[in-house]
C-alpha cells in the first residue's frame, strides 16, 4: 500500500518533496509491523498511520491543484487509500473499540490538513477534498464495523448433528473401538489387576492398590493385592498422601502406610495419580513393610507404567458409565411400558370379571366358582406384575449403600408372600464400584424372588458382606430345596451366572440343611479383617 501511494502522490503532484509524508508512513508503520502484538506500541503506530495520512491528504490535494493535475482538492484520492491498512488491521484483532478512534483521529486529521495548508481558499472548503475524505471515512467504517460480520457470513455453515444422530455415531465408534482392543476387554476391575500385575516387577511391595472416584469425595477399590484385605483411607478431605496426590497430580511419598488399621512399624508408601489429560480419574498405591522403599528411581519406572494405563481405565470407567446409563434407561423404559400398558390391561380385565360376577343368574353357583378363581388368578398376576415393576425400579442410592437396597427389596417381597425375613449385614464405608453394585443388587434380586416364588419356605435369610473390593451376597430359604424340575429351572440360575461372571465373581449354589437353598455370589477373597455384625430379625410381613 505504500508502494501504491508513493506512485498515486507522484502523479498527482509531481513533486518528489511530498514523498515525506511516505516516509512518515513508513516510519509510523514499523511499531505494528516488527511488534504487531506489543499492547502500546502497536495501537500508537496505527494512531500516527491515520493522522499522518490525514496530514499528507491537505498537503497532496494543494500540490496536485497547484499543479493542475487534479483539481477541487480530488488529489487526496492519491493518499487516502493507506486508511484501509491500520483500519484493516484493528478490524482483523477484532478491536471495533480502537478502529472507531482511530476514525476520529483521522477526520481530526483531515480537518486540520484541509484548514493548515494553503495560501488563498483553504481544501477544506472545496468540495473534492470533502468528498475524498468523506468516502475514505465511509469506507473505514465499514471495514471497522462490518469485518466481522462478513467473515461469518463467508464462513461455511457446518450442520450440526442432531443429539440422537451424535450418540449413534459416537456409540458405533466406540463398539468398534472395544472390538479392535488387546483382549476385547473394558473391565476397569482387569484394567487394574493388570496394572498391579506389571507393577509389581518394577517396583517393590507388600500391599498395593488401584483407586477410582466414586462421587461424594470417596474412592473406591477396583483391584488390591497383598497378604491381607486393608483398609485404605478412601476419602479425599483427609490429611493423607492419597488426598495430596489427588489434588496435586503428582506421585507422593510417605514414611507411613495409608490404611486406616496398619499395626505400626516401619512402612513406606508410594502413590501415584493416574491422570487422563487433565482429569484424575484413580490412584495407584504401593506399600512395603520397609524404610525409604521408593527412592526417585522407582518412582520414576511406575509412573512410566502408569501414565499409558490411566487412558485405558479411563476408557473402561467410561465404557461403564454408558453402560449403566443405558441399562438404567432401558429398566426404566420397560418399567413404564410395563405400567401403561399390560398392567392397567388386566386391571381392566379384573375389573370386568367383577361385573361378570356381580351380574350372574341365580344358579349359578358353578360358574360364579370359576369366576373367582379367575379372579384370584388375575389379582396374582397383578401382584407379579407390580413386584417386577419394583424390582425393575430398584437402583442402589449412593447415599444408602448396596445393604440398604437389598434389604428394601427383601422386606418388600418378604410382604407379599408372608415370609419371615432376617438380615444379616457387614458393610465397610467403603464402597464398591457403582456398576459392580448394580450387578450384585441385580443377583440378590432374582434369589429372593426365585425363593419367594418357588420354594415355599417360612424364612428367609439375606446376608451381605462388603469389604471392598470384597463382597459376598448370600441368600438362604428354608424351603423344599432346588431341584432340576422346580419351575424357575436353569434359566435363572443362568442369568446370575452371567451377571456374576460380569463382576469377575462366582456364583454358588448349595442345600441348607435339613431343608432350603442356599444361594451366594462371591466377589474377591475373604475378609480377614475381626468386624462386628449388625443382625436384624424382622417381624413376619415386616
Known sequence: MLALVAALTLIATHEVGQLRWIALLLVAALPAF???????????????????TGLAAGSVAVAASTTGTVSAGFGAEAILPYLAVPLLTAALRRRPTEG?????????????????????????????YLAAGGQWLVTGAIVTFAADTMR??????????????????????????????PGATLDPGGISEHLLEELRAVAPGHRAAVLSASG???????????????????TLDADSAIADAWASQQPHTASRSQARSHKGGDASSLVVPLVAGVRTIGLVILEADVASAYPKAVVARVTEVTGPAALRLEAALLFDDVRSLATNEERQRLAREIHDGV????????????????????????????????????????????LSLFELRSEVDRNGGLAAAIAEYARTLGTSAGLRVHFTFDESTAR???????????????????????????NLWV????????????????????????????????????????????????????????????????????????????????
Open 343 to 386: 398392567a392397567q390391561e388386566l386391571v381392566m380385565v379384573g375389573y370386568g370379571i367383577d361385573n361378570a360376577t356381580a351380574t350372574l343368574p341365580e344358579g349359578a353357583e358353578e360358574t360364579a366358582e370359576e369366576l373367582a378363581t379367575l379372579r384370584g388368578e388375575v389379582t396374582r398376576v397383578i401382584t407379579e406384575l407390580r
Open 152 to 181: 461469518q457470513l463467508m464462513t461455511p455453515v457446518e450442520d450440526k448433528p442432531q443429539p440422537y444422530a451424535e450418540a449413534t455415531r459416537l456409540l458405533t465408534q466406540l463398539r468398534s473401538v472395544a472390538r479392535s482392543l
Open 216 to 234: 461424594g469425595g470417596r474412592l473406591v477399590v477396583l483391584a488390591q493385592t497383598g497378604a491381607e484385605r486393608v483398609d485404605w483411607e478412601v
Open 100 to 128: 472507531a478512534a482511530l476514525l476520529g483521529v483521522a477526520a481530526v486529521a483531515m480537518v486540520i490538513g484541509g484548514i493548515l495548508v494553503g495560501d488563498g481558499d483553504k481544501m477544506i472548503t472545496q468540495a473534492g
Open 463 to 542: 446376608t451381605c458382606t462388603v469389604d471392598p473390593p470384597y463382597a459376598e451376597i448370600e441368600v438362604t430359604d428354608d424351603g423344599k430345596g432346588f431341584a432340576d424340575d422346580r419351575p424357575d429351572g436353569r434359566y435363572g440360575l443362568a442369568i446370575m451366572a452371567e451377571r456374576a461372571e460380569r463382576i469377575r465373581g462366582r456364583l454358588e449354589i448349595r442345600p441348607r440343611h435339613p431343608s432350603g437353598t442356599t444361594v451366594a455370589v462371591v466377589l474377591g477373597t475373604s475378609s480377614r479383617r475381626d468386624s462386628v455384625r449388625d443382625s436384624v430379625s424382622a417381624p413376619e410381613g415386616e
Open 34 to 52: 516488527f511488534a504487531p502484538d506489543h499492547r502500546i506500541a502497536a495501537p500508537l503506530g496505527r494512531f500516527a498511520e491515520v493522522a499522518i
Open 432 to 458: 464398591l464400584p457403582a456398576a459392580t453394585e448394580a450387578e450384585l443388587l441385580r443377583i440378590a434380586q432374582e434369589a429372593i424372588t426365585n425363593a419367594r416364588k418357588h420354594a415355599g419356605a417360612s
